[in-house]
Structure formats: structure tokens, C-alpha cells
């Protein structure tokens, strides 16, 4: 149907499945609701601050000794709580509903795993994500050094310019990033006036319009999306990068210029051992921002000429399809992938401190 | 072993305490009425100028029974219904533009039946035929059509079209002559373009359903929207081969093939008024006059013609696709209720008619409020027809009618797949239940 085009959600968290119901809609607010989300989250800080109150109080009543070792786990009890109610339930629940049917009403085993694995559609999905897996961390990391590098030589007024122009697409929502991009590409029939900027240029040097987001081949199109992405993020790598490298001893870098080192050995095997740390960070959270990449692909292309990743085929399966069960065994296998991430990043993180 | 500092302790108490206080405030409550308290809130996602012409009528209606409408524009109100049913917050009466949509409502237990609500057998003389049953489910009406847009149309540029003497077909075959003659005359027949955001594929979808009701007939249509005919199937190949030849033929179509998915279907019948038209015949919904450039928007009658869609054999046949609000009751008040039977007389739409792309379902209606002959002419090619069918892909299992119906469409006709393989992957796509 004509008007069909789908609200484009605020959040979406592959992580976890999100109750639908609980999604903040554009649907009019009427002051009365208003009025009571007010309510309640006043409600919500004062009946927060009387647990507080109420749980140091209950800590005072123990003898001193007891009241300072009681004192931080009641604090953050409450916490834990909450990570368990939205977090740790939602996720158990989504296991659970991965091995039921599309309405969750009964269980049909690892149907919903066999069946989307066996889908040639899935398997393309699958293999678009690992693409997106393979080139855009390592993309971001390279960029964003090369950027970082290369700014850090300029005269300090170059340098700011440049990074404010690079890192000024970080300010822009993902969706935004990608309504932008989809102007960069559009192809109008032949003859007439090309409004998307790639097209204006190959027409004018006497080309035929190319329906980009259609090349398939090679994955160009996919590849294109994923240039949206670099747009969007290499401002990120490459202020950590920056000051990743502006941390580098300098007494180092002249000690190997004093051995006679080659700029391009200092980078290598002076600077970038140095800021290794850095390089891994930057790499593991674009690695993660990619496994749930969702909105540039569905607001350009909604999966469509083979492009659809895990993200994009998750809202698909719950919000086309209604397939409760079929959305949460993809979360489940997204959720499995990004473990091992995790822990590696924990692990890092962790190393990282230890060595401070 | 953890140890806190005095100043770490406060900030992280007063971190968990907005945890908390966020966890706590995401516990509000949702509405929802049980009573009748002489107001109804109506949800629906049609145009605003359509809703403020029904609204407006509706609301003078109502206040002579004593009764306040609430009327809410919602967005994509196909999704946001369900999600709303779970959480059980949900309006007295909701305008539900699919009716697959209208059967999982029902299914859910949700849906009141309209049969001793509204006077049916009245209105099954004055609706056009097909459209009580589009929102019949197990033998009850549930959703009413209150609006309409009609699809079977091929738009064409009026002065251009006079000039060149080209005539309107009366079969499929004429439509082939015609298109031939455009390209003889060394212009380019059609314009194309199925591009739509998130919900690309959908223009070809159209296609497909005029085809298949008049090579298949309304029940071999109704079959198939049902999928006791398979998408792999003549009649479905059949309408296949046909748009292949219309769209897929070298000059047929502006830009050609490679043109038709990057094209949005809003401009691509813009080049129809072009000073030498760059396409002379776009098939698309009554609601396309809106896309149109605004100096033609401005005077339609004299700007833009239009056909209905020809029947597979001149004089045979004729039914008509098209899509529309169905306004489905979710309460059993007598309010509500009484708001329902106002929703079914026919001048309810008498304001939404001279401001808006609204066409009534009654055939009865006053086609002196319309504002054109244009329109006049739309609601003719309804009126006229031997049935409603309504949209096809919009009574299909999401799964399929939202989305391999018109993704794979797509794919096929962008070349990543070929019609085999399409056919093949809705086919398969269709839920087991």
C-alpha cells in the first residue's frame, strides 16, 4: 500500500528484543499523558530517593562495623535489580521466544535456526554482515590513523580544521547519515535532470545515469553503504587515535631518529606498538556497531539489490513479518557472535588498566 | 576487595538512584476505556486533509448526540495497532488500511462485529460491490470501508495526448497496440518508477494484482491472494509476461529497465509534463495527482487524463483494484456504536470530497462535491466497475503482501534475480499456517 513506509524507530537494540508496546511512537501525546509521564517519573525519583533513605536508614540500624560493609551492597542493589529486569530477563526471554513459534504461543524446537539458515536469502544476509565485519572496522582504524597522522603535521590551525570537518558527520544520526547519502546516489532515468551529486557528474562527462544502490556486482552497493558508515565514524577513530598518538613520549620518537630510523619505521614500530591499546578499542566497538548495523541499510536500500544485513532483517522479521520467534533466533545468533567481542574487550579493557 | 571514597559514594549513589528512578518511571500506565463516557478517540493514518474533511462532519454529526470525537493522526498504524493491542491501550475505533490487518485484530479477539451495528443489506446496495467484503472476516463484517483510493488507472498528459489523437484502449491487447503506436512515433510510452523508501517493489505489486484479476478473474484473484494459486502458476506467469513486455521491452519505458527501481514512484509521472513529454501513460492510485508538479496540480481537468486500467477482453469483465480505510470497532459502546453508523452514511464524506483526494465507496454519493471532473472521472471507473478487489498484497501474510512480493518484484526487475527465482522465493515465503 501506497503509504506503507515505516516509521523509522528511535532505538532499536539488537542486543536485547525490545516489547514493542514499550517503544516510544510518534503517535500524538495528548497533554494528559503528559501530564502522567510527569507524574511518574516525579513519583519515580521520589519513591528512588525514599528506597535510598529508607535502605541507609536500615544500614545505620546495624552496629558500625556491620553498616560500612552492608552499606555499598544495598547501593547498588538497586542497580543490579534493574540490570536484571532489563536486561538479563528481556535476553533469557528472547532465548526463550527463539524457540518458539511467531506469536510465542508454543515451542517448535530450533525450527525458527533451520529454517532461516537454509534460506539462500538468510545465507546472502549472513555473508553481507560478515562483509560489513571484515571492511569497516579495519577501514575506520585505517582511516582514522591515516587522518590522525597526517592532521597531527599540519599547523595547528590546518589540524583543527580538519578534524572539525571530518569529526562534524559524527553529529549526525545514523539515519540522518544515510537520508544524506541516498541523495549522494539517486539515479534518475536518462534525460532527465540528475538531482543525486554522483550521477550529475557522470552524465556531465556524457555517462548514462547509474542506478548505484542496484550494482550488485562485486557488492558495490553493499560497499557503498558501508561508506556511509566510514563517513559517519572515522571522526571517532580518529579522535582517539589523535590523542592516542599526541601521547606518544617524544624522547622515544627521537631516540629512533638518533638511531637513524625511517619516518615510516618510527610509525610502524615506534608509534603504533604505543598506541596498540587504542588501535584494539577503537577496532572492537566499530566491530560491535557494525554486527547490529541497522539503520543506514534499512533507510537506504531496506535490504533490497542484496544488501540486507542482520539488523535490517531482525526489524523485518518483527515488524513486517510479526515473527516473534524467527527475530529473536536472529538476536540469539547476533547475541552469540558479539559474545566472544565482549569478553575480549572486558579482557582489554582490563589488561589496559592493570598495565596503567 | 572494593573500597569507596566518600565522594565516590555519593555519585554513585546518585547514579543508581536515577537508575532506579528511571527503571521505577517506565512503569506508567497505559489508557484504555471500558465505559461509555459519550466520548469516542478514532485512530487513523490517512491523509490530514482527508481526516480534518471527515472529522469535520463527523464531529457536527456527533455533537448532536451528545458525543466528543477525538480524532488522532497516527504514523503506520498497521504496526502501531498490534503493538498497541499488547499493550492493551488501544482506541474506540481505528481506520485500518489493510484488511489482513483487520483479520489479525479480529483474530487477537479484539474486533466487535459491525453486522446489527449498520444496516447492511442498505449498504450492500449502495457500496460498490466488493467492499462490505473486504473487511468480511468468517462471515462477519468487521471493517467498514469509509474511504477509498482507486489503483486501476493510467494517467496520461491531456494536450499533448488530444494532439497526438491517441485514444483510450478498451482491452489488454489495445493497451499493447497503443503503447507500440506511442513508440512508433518516436516518443516513449511509459513511465515507471517503484522506488518508495522502505517499502520499494510496492507500484510493481500493482501491476501484478490488475493483471492477475483480469487474466485470473476476481475468484481466480481472490485464489490467489489466498495462495491456494501459487505465485508459480499461469495466471500469475501470465501477468508476468505482460509486464515484461510493456516495461521490460527496449523504449517502452523512460530510462529503461535499469530506471523503473531507482525511480521514485511520486515523480516518476513528472516527465508526462515535460514540454515534449518524456513518457505519455503512467499507471498508478487516484492519490498520484497529488505528486504532480504544482502548476499541473493546479488545474488537473486540464492538465491530466485518465483511463481505467482496459479489461482483458474489450467489453468482458471489468473489475477494479483499490485500497481505502476500513474502520474497524474495537469498543461496544453505544457511543461508539453510534459513531460507526454515521461512519456509513454516505455524506460523511462531503467535506473530505471537495478538499481532499477522498473517494466514497457509496455509489450514491453526491459527485457534485467533488472538485473536479478528474475526480469525477476516478470515482466513474469505480462506480463503474463489476468489482472492488481490494489491494492484494495488502491481504497477504506480511511476510509476503510487505515484504517478498515486494522485494523479490524487485530484485527481478532491478536483474538480481530471475522470475523463476522470484516466484519461487514468495512462493516459499508464504507462512505455514
Not at chain 1, 51 to 80: D, G, H
Not at chain 2, 24 to 45: F, M, N, Q, Y
Not at chain 2, 293 to 305: H, M, R, S, T, W
Not at chain 2, 344 to 350: K, L, R
Request: net charge negative; glycine share 8%; charged share 20%.
Amino acid at each position: 500500500v501506497w503509504d506503507a513506509q515505516s516509521r523509522i524507530p528511535g532505538d532499536l537494540v539488537p542486543g536485547v528484543l525490545v516489547p514493542t508496546a514499550r517503544r516510544p511512537g510518534k503517535e500524538g501525546v495528548t497533554d494528559m499523558k503528559l501530564l502522567s509521564a510527569l507524574l511518574t517519573v516525579v513519583a519515580g525519583i521520589g519513591a528512588a530517593l525514599l528506597l535510598y533513605w529508607l535502605l541507609n536508614k536500615l544500614a545505620e540500624l546495624m552496629p558500625s562495623k556491620w553498616e560500612e560493609r552492608i552499606k555499598p551492597f544495598f547501593y547498588i542493589l538497586p542497580a543490579y535489580l534493574a540490570i536484571a529486569l532489563y536486561l538479563i530477563y528481556p535476553a533469557l526471554q528472547t532465548i526463550v521466544a527463539s524457540f518458539q513459534d511467531a506469536t510465542s504461543d508454543t515451542f517448535i524446537g530450533l525450527e525458527n535456526y533451520t529454517n532461516l539458515l537454509s534460506n539462500h536469502g538468510f545465507q546472502q544476509t549472513l555473508f553481507n554482515t560478515l562483509l560489513w565485519i571484515l571492511i569497516v572496522p579495519a577501514a575506520t582504524v585505517v582511516l582514522g590513523l591515516g587522518v590522525a597522522v597526517l592532521s597531527d603535521r599540519l599547523k595547528s590551525g590546518g589540524e583543527k580544521l580538519t578534524k572539525t570537518i571530518i569529526f562534524m558527520p559524527m553529529a549526525i544520526s545514523a539515519v540522518g547519515a544515510a537520508t544524506v547519502w541516498r541523495f549522494v546516489y539517486a539515479a534518475q532515468p536518462e534525460g532527465q535532470p540528475q538531482i543525486g551529486i554522483l550521477n550529475a557528474v557522470v552524465t556531465k562527462l556524457g555517462g548514462s545515469p547509474v542506478a548505484w544502490l542496484q550494482q550488485s556486482d562485486f557488492h558495490l552497493n553493499s560497499i557503498m553503504l558501508m561508506i556511509v558508515l566510514l563517513w559517519a565514524q572515522v571522526g571517532f577513530a580518529m579522535v582517539l587515535l589523535s590523542a592516542a598518538i599526541k601521547g606518544v613520549p617524544a624522547d622515544t620518537l627521537e631516540a629512533a631518529r638518533i638511531d637513524g630510523a625511517a619516518e615510516r619505521q618510527i610509525f610502524f614500530q615506534v608509534v603504533v606498538p604505543q598506541i596498540k591499546g587504542t588501535i584494539i578499542t577503537v577496532f572492537i566497538t566499530v566491530t560491535i556497531a557494525v554486527m547490529k548495523i541497522f539503520d543506514i541499510v534499512y533507510v537506504m536500500t531496506n535490504g533490497n539489490f542484496n544488501t540486507n544485513v542482520l539488523g535490517n532483517e531482525f526489524y523485518n522479521q518483527l515488524n513486517t513479518n510479526f515473527n516473534n520467534g524467527a527475530a529473536a533466533a536472529i538476536v540469539v545468533m547476533l547475541m552469540i557472535a558479539v559474545l566472544p567481542v565482549m569478553v575480549y574487550q572486558v579482557r582489554h579493557f582490563k589488561d589496559e588498566e592493570a598495565a596503567a | 576487595m572494593m573500597r569507596i571514597h566518600r565522594r565516590g559514594r555519593k555519585s554513585l549513589a546518585a547514579v543508581t538512584v536515577l537508575a532506579a528512578a528511571i527503571a521505577l518511571a517506565g512503569c506508567g500506565s497505559g489508557g484504555g476505556s471500558g465505559k461509555d463516557d459519550k466520548s469516542v478517540t478514532i485512530w487513523s493514518s490517512v491523509d490530514p486533509p482527508v481526516q480534518a474533511g471527515l472529522s469535520k462532519v463527523l464531529t457536527d454529526k456527533a455533537k448532536a448526540e451528545g458525543i466528543t470525537i477525538k480524532w488522532q493522526k497516527v504514523e503506520n498504524i498497521n504496526q502501531l495497532i498490534m503493538q498497541k493491542i499488547q499493550a492493551n491501550d488501544t482506541p474506540d475505533i481505528a481506520f485500518i488500511p489493510q484488511p489482513g490487518v483487520v483479520g489479525d485484530i479480529v483474530k487477537r479477539g479484539k474486533a466487535f462485529p459491525l453486522d446489527g451495528v449498520v444496516d447492511k443489506a442498505a449498504l450492500e446496495t449502495s457500496m460498490v460491490p466488493g467492499t462490505l467484503e473486504a473487511g468480511t472476516v468468517n462471515n462477519k463484517l468487521y471493517g467498514l470501508l469509509v474511504s477509498m483510493n482507486v489503483k486501476s488507472l493510467v494517467l496520461y498528459p491531456k494536450k499533448p495526448w488530444a494532439k497526438a489523437g491517441y485514444t483510450a484502449p478498451d482491452s489488454i491487447d489495445a493497451l499493447n497496440t497503443l503503447t507500440d503506436k506511442i513508440k512508433a512515433d518516436g516518443n516513449t510510452p511509459w513511465c515507471m518508477g517503484i522506488e518508495s523508501d522502505t517499502a520499494t517493489g510496492w507500484p510493481a505489486t500493482d501491476w501484478f494484482e490488475d493483471l492477475v484479476m483480469r487474466y485470473g478473474g476476481p475468484d481466480g484473484y481472490r485464489d490467489w491472494v489466498s495462495h491456494k494459486v501459487k505465485f508459480d502458476s499461469d495466471v500469475v506467469r501470465e501477468a508476468a509476461a505482460e509486464f515484461e513486455k510493456l516495461m521490460f521491452t527496449e523504449g517502452n519505458v523512460l530510462g529503461g529497465r535499469k530506471a523503473i527501481a531507482s525511480t521514485n514512484f511520486g515523480t516518476a509521472g513528472n516527465p508526462m509534463f515535460d514540454a515534449k513529454p518524456g513518457c505519455w501513460m503512467y499507471k498508478q492510485g487516484s492519490f498520484i495527482t497529488g505528486f504532480f508538479p504544482k502548476q499541473i496540480v493546479a488545474d488537473l481537468d486540464a492538465n491530466v487524463g485518465l483511463f481505467g486500467f482496459p479489461p482483458a477482453q474489450a467489453g468482458g469483465e471489468n473489475p477494479v483494484l483499490g485500497g481505502g480505510d476500513l474502520a474497524t470497532m474495537l469498543d461496544d459502546s453505544a457511543s461508539t456504536k453510534k459513531v460507526m453508523t454515521m461512519l456509513a452514511e454516505a455524506d460523511i464524506g462531503n467535506d473530505a470530497a471537495a478538499t481532499s483526494s477522498f473517494i466514497s465507496p457509496h455509489k450514491d454519493f453526491d459527485a457534485t462535491k467533488y472538485p473536479n471532473d478528474l475526480t469525477r472521472q476516478v470515482a466513474k471507473v469505480a462506480y463503474d466497475s463489476t468489482e472492488f478487489l481490494f489491494d492484494g498484497s495488502d491481504q497477504m501474510p506480511g511476510e509476503v503482501g510487505a515484504g517478498t512480493f515486494w522485494k523479490d518484484i524487485t530484485a527481478w526487475i532491478s536483474g538480481q534475480e530471475d522470475l523463476d527465482t522470484a516466484l519461487k522465493n514468495i512462493d516459499d515465503s508464504w507462512p505455514a499456517s
